[in-house]
DNA sequence: AATCTACGGATTGTTCAACAATCCTTCGAT
DNA sequence: ATCGAAGGATTGTTGAACAATCCGTAGATT
């Protein structure tokens, strides 16, 4: 077993050009909210993580971190609790936390969760400019179809299912949908797909949304369902790699 | 406007009989994980909040909490962002952290939650047993309502959603659901329900379970779609009361 | 040779104390 | 009555310290 390569990790520098979600002070004055140390630290490793440059199963060390990004311990423990929440990491106690690994259980778990949601979302419809993002991401699919732009082809697809649980308009299922994607994302680094992975979703996606835009919603879920189905099996036979992590 | 009542707490003490999942370390060997005290703190305050002990809007002063508790103040921030990610507390950078209030669009925004996931896991079917234990929760109501208990009532109906998201055997969408019912418990506690609201689900319950007993999954799950759509309303006419939190 | 045990280094879990930053309130001035 | 400035309180963050735990290794035992 191949103890993996230590940890690559970019030499990124902490900033904070971050935009900063507003809020409202008690008196009712407006503030833009700096985002926290922490939070910054944790949008940093999401950022690694998406990014593939911490693969799945490499260990977080605290002291490590701290240093690298110039803040606290303490600071890497807070940011560590709410990567652990989303489930991009893991944590042993007393051991340290890991780089989340999905193995052929979590995959199909994933999915039942993308039926559940997305399908609900479509079956209900939209708004007009709602239908209109589904459509622009379709659109977008195609152009790095055209491109042969495999990283813009996996991209496009994420952005046409995160259109589609976007017609719901619910916050919560959102953010339910988003951490789903980034536990994809994070299977996609470990198991490298095959070129011609995403393109083969094109017309199907084009398919889904034509049924939508026309209104006919029960089809347009229907044909999601299977597409969803067929995506996690074409997943299930990629599997095959020996899982060495932890 | 009443600045409400100060933070009501019971002086429970931290204890640890907690169960402790169990682990396995790098070498194999078993192990079962005490909870660590951040989690300990987080299990005491979820269980205040579920008793009602905290009431939405309160604040959580976290030097008041952890000299009663016993613990550090930075082991309390580190509950503190469990819960939060949990929804069940709200942070406001540099003010503290409140106990989650649901607004009207909060109640409206878990329904939508409740029927992505409740729909498609009913939809799905499931195994004997986990169809027993539905079957199981409907007689809990049963009972509970014979005995004009509306705590138990409750309780029961919980019992009874939760048991229909389980037939779906998904980690993810169980631990979803959790995180809904425990708002949804929040929620309750603010606003409190008459005593007929529950005993009036029973019958629905009934009817839903024998559907899903007899197969007939669809309809079941029509259902349950009408059933949450009517149970919002009802919450949405009760939520006439000022919401004067924070 | 294989297994068990004890030791040692390293990392996590937790506490404590300090300080800056920010907020809310109160007081005072206009 | 409105506005602005000081004061107190709480959060955000740091740094250091220590106990608890784990892992690997070396040594002892069979």
Redesign the pocket.
């Known amino acids: 077993m191949a ?1 993996s390569d230590p940890t690559v990790r970019s030499p990124r520098t902490l900033t904070n050009d971050m935009p900063g979600r507003a ?1 409202r ?3 009712g ?1 407006l ?1 833009v ?9 944790a949008d940093e490793l999401r950022l690694q993580l998406a990014e593939g440059a911490l693969l799945p199963g490499a ?6 971190i ?2 690298d ?10 940011a ?1 609790a709410e990567l652990a929440s989303e489930r991009l990491v893991v ?7 890991f780089v989340a690994s999905l193995e052929a259980g979590d995959v199909h778990d994933v999915y039942t969760v993308r039926r559940a949601i997305e399908v609900s979302a479509l079956r209900a419809g939209g708004s007009p400019e709602d239908v209109a993002a589904v459509r622009a991401a379709v659109e977008e699919g195609k152009r790095a179809a055209a491109a042969r732009d495999e990283e813009a082809a996996g991209t496009a697809n994420q952005h046409f299912h995160g259109a589609i649980v976007a017609l719901a308009r619910s916050p919560r299922l959102n953010t339910i949908m988003a951490q789903v994607l980034a536990e994809m994302r994070l299977f996609f680094h470990k198991a490298t797909v095959d070129a011609q992975f995403y393109q083969h979703y094109v017309p199907d996606n084009e398919e889904i949304c034509l049924a939508l835009e026309s209104g006919e919603l029960d089809r347009a879920a229907d044909l999601l369902l299977a597409y969803l189905d067929r995506s996690e099996d074409n997943l299930g036979e990629v599997h095959g790699d020996a899982a060495d992590a932890e």
Chains 1, 2 share one sequence.
């Open positions: 103890s809020t002070t008690a008196t004055r503030r909210a700096v985002p926290s140390v922490a939070e910054r630290v260990r977080l060390t605290e002291s490590t701290a240093e990004l110039g803040v606290s311990r303490n600071t890497v423990r807070e560590f944590r042993h106690p007393n051991r340290g936390v």
